[in-house]
């Protein structure tokens, strides 16, 4: 079955840098986007970058000119670069796929907990 596996988390100083990764398992046929959601307490879910099969990206406007997204389709994993942090980048940031397979769906990973403190 599908599965995203997350690494890279952790906490770190304002101005600092950490680096996500999400790989994605089991018997898949194609993934169709990748992408990176964060959640902070008290918040709603929202999305942070997303990329395609094809390389095209997208950013929220918070995270543009200082996260990057990056994909390996032959690894079926996503990368995201974050530069810059700041104290409200902290959230749990979450993996997700589109992933054409027995059903094609949206796969989530666990969650990852970023600590930007000030």
């Known amino acids: 079955q599908v599965q995203l596996v997350e690494s890279g988390g952790g906490l770190v100083q304002a101005g600092g840098s950490l680096r996500l990764s999400c790989a994605a398992s089991?018997?898949?046929?194609?993934?169709?986007?990748m992408g990176w959601y964060r959640q902070a307490p008290g918040k709603q879910r929202e999305l942070v970058a997303a990329?395609?099969?094809?390389?095209?990206?997208n950013y929220a406007d918070s995270v543009k000119g200082r996260f990057t997204i990056s994909r390996d389709n032959a690894k079926n994993t996503v990368y995201l670069q974050m530069n810059s942090l700041k104290p409200e980048d902290t959230a749990v940031y979450y993996c997700?796929?589109?992933?054409?397979?027995?059903?094609?769906?949206?796969?989530w990973g666990q969650g990852t907990q970023v600590t930007v403190s000030s």
């Open positions: 997700n796929a589109n992933v054409v397979a027995a059903l094609t769906a949206n796969y």
């Open positions: 089991g018997i898949i046929f194609r993934i169709n986007a």
């Open positions: 990329i395609t099969s094809g390389g095209n990206t």
